[in-house]
């Protein structure tokens, strides 16, 4: 399995999106400019250029004609996936950290970061099909805990919107009322800051990375605990496998702590755990850095990963992975 390397990047990823297809790769990175590539050979096709600040976090909508950027420059930017220009800018008083378009392209979920006395918020928006009539206002705006909010995504049927981050709590929101319906509890849940989450290609369950280093698989509807991943090092990105029953995890320590340590010893891999058994399958080596993204095309046959080198490597599984026996 040879890694393609894409570099367009001239900062860390922070973030990896496949369009529905598999066909579209956008990656996000602290260099102000989100970027698409083929997802077959890794070819760079162009750039969303606009942002003043880090890009943390995007989506695309589901006939991949929308990307929605969310930025340290305090905005949240729809972009025109084909031509690169911008739709509309949503604005606000802090951070946008992360974004999701619900099912249906017809809502998305920002999240900002706290600033100054502004504690984190939840904004939900309204996105018009016709670029014309979009507004900012929020439908909803949900005033979150203490810390930053990490990742907040759509639960099932977009009745719920579901957030983890800085406070180690996984918490469940009604999407219409912002009430507060589930929190994971201490004992359970994660004992350290959540720096990821993503859910599984049906919705029905998700995965939550922390900096306690382990991943936990949780069910959407009831947050009930399902299992737990443990790695050796804090856990910066994970995925859910949509073809077999397979979790990557990737991380590393803090890029503060790169430069203090060996790099083998920094061991900068992207494991794979079997999602049931919790085992460890194998691991992909390459990044000369912590992982921070990671990514599995919709059709489960490659996987890339991007990481604080400002690398995005494109992996495209050999036969044999399809046959591992556990």
Known sequence: MRPILMKGHERPLTFLKYNRDGDLLFSCAKDHTPTVWFADNGERLGTYKGHNGAVWCCDVSRDSMRLITGSADQTAKLWNVQTGAQIF????????????????????????????????????????????????????????????????VWGPLNKTIISGGEDAVVRIWDSETGKLLKESDKETGHSKTISSLTKSADGSHFLTGSLDKSAKLWDSRTLTLIKTYVTERPVNACAISPLLDHVVIGGGQDASHVTTTDRRAGKFEAKFFHKILQEEIGGVKGHFGPINALAFNPDGRSFSSGGEDGYVRLHHFDSDYFNIKM
């Open 89 to 152: 800018t949503f604005n606000f008083d802090s951070p946008a950290r992360a974004v999701d378009f619900s099912v249906g392209d017809k809502l998305a979920v920002i999240t900002t970061d706290p600033f100054m006395e502004l504690t984190s918020a939840i904004h939900v928006k309204r996105i018009a099909r016709d670029p014309d009539e979009q507004t900012g206002e929020s439908v909803l705006t949900i005033k979150g805990p203490q810390g930053r909010i990490n990742r907040a």
